[in-house]
């Protein structure tokens, strides 16, 4: 019950393209979904983070959907670049400090 | 910006020893917590740490595992006799709120080898 399934597990995307990720939760306790963006030899950074009181969040290139009935939610990266390639993750938490992490996208967008 | 640091970036170890990762969280941060990452897995809670305590621990951070802040900047993960599956990367993070209300912020990590 405290697992964030994650998929996919790669993703390629031609530079332009939509980038999409999807994560599923169980834990119904959970009120706070982070994605974190993680560049090879560094430490998960925070891209964006959505609460389940809303069911979007856009920032710039980068939207949040969440859908509390399906325990769903996901990242679209919009116009995607080659500097978005990196790995992504999703996480969520609630009722404590401890992130529970999903397994990780790796995104790579080809020019 | 502020960032939190963590040295050393790199430690090999032989199996049996112990090892002790440092990390300076930001300064003003009051929440500190360490993960780990197994080459190609996902992130793992190991602890988090407020006032001087254990807020929470995971099932990974058993007696072999221990944290401390020494003095007002240092934040420290001591384990005490390694093992061959103590191999991973290890992150400090910190964070000026508690309860997922504030941001995580996570240094660059301390990558341990234990041969």
């Known amino acids: 019950q405290q697992q964030v399934k994650q998929s996919p597990q790669s993703l390629i995307v031609q530079k332009g393209g939509i980038s999409i990720i999807n994560c599923a939760y169980e834990?119904?306790?959970?009120?706070?979904f982070p994605w974190y963006q993680q560049f090879p030899g560094k430490g998960p950074a925070l891209l964006i983070a959505?609460?389940?009181?809303?069911s979007e969040k856009k920032e710039g290139r980068f939207t949040i959907s969440f859908n509390k009935s399906a325990k769903q939610f996901s990242l679209h990266i919009m116009d995607s670049q080659p500097g978005d390639s990196a790995t992504y993750f999703c996480a969520a938490s609630g009722n404590t400090d401890k992130l529970i992490f999903g397994t990780g996208t790796r995104l790579q967008v080809f020019p | 910006e502020p960032e939190v640091t963590q040295t050393p970036s790199h430690q090999v170890t032989q199996m049996g020893q112990e090892v002790i990762l440092r990390c300076v969280p930001i300064?003003?941060?009051?929440?500190f917590y360490w993960y780990r990452q197994i080459l190609g897995q996902k992130v793992e809670f190991l602890v988090s740490?407020?006032?001087?305590?254990?807020?929470?621990k995971s099932e990974i951070f058993d007696d072999q595992f221990s944290v401390e802040r020494p003095d007002g900047s240092n934040f420290t993960l001591k384990i005490r006799s390694t093992k061959l599956e103590d191999s991973a990367m290890y992150f400090c993070?910190?964070?000026?709120?508690?309860?997922?209300?504030?941001?995580?912020?996570f240094g660059p990590g301390t990558r341990l080898t234990v041969l």
């Open positions: 740490f407020y006032n001087n305590e254990i807020s929470e």
């Open positions: 834990n119904t306790a959970f009120d706070y």
């Open positions: 959505i609460r389940p009181d809303v």
């Open positions: 300064s003003n941060h009051l929440y």
């Open positions: 993070a910190s964070s000026e709120e508690s309860g997922g209300v504030g941001e995580q912020f």
